[in-house]
Nanobody, 128 residues
């Protein structure tokens, strides 16, 4: 079992920054792909950013390229999402997810069905 706990959400004005953290417990996740998704009210959940186990390959949604950065600290068993230049349309619940079925998979997981474990989510609200 893997538990994922997000933190760092909150309210910020447009143009501001937030850093989300996803602390994993129950298993070391350094050899697994990880990702961040978000779901805005009335919309489907969508991938925001994802990375393979090494961090050498990453994927970003077009809407966040150049503004968001996914990273991991294996010593802390934690994944981060640095969000800069936030826009009102970034308002959503953000979820951390882990692809723990395949250790050291080189491809980047980017679809919901590829992820086995999910956090509870953290709210991000960006005001104009």
């Amino acid at each position: 079992q893997v538990q994922l706990a997000e933190s760092g959400g909150g309210s910020v004005q447009a143009g501001g920054s937030l850093r989300l953290s996803c602390a994993a417990s129950g298993r070391i996740v350094s050899t697994y792909g990880m990702g961040w998704f978000r779901q805005a009210p009335g919309k489907e959940r969508e991938v925001v950013a994802a990375m393979n186990w090494s961090g050498g390959s990453v994927h970003y949604a077009d809407s966040v390229k150049g503004r968001f950065t996914i990273s991991r600290d294996n010593a802390k068993n934690t994944v981060y999402l640095q969000m800069n230049s936030l826009k009102p349309e970034d308002t959503a619940v953000y979820y951390c997810a882990g692809d723990v079925s395949y250790s050291r998979r080189w491809t980047v997981p980017r679809f919901e069905y590829e992820f086995d474990y999910w956090g509870q989510g953290t709210q991000v609200t960006v005001s104009s």
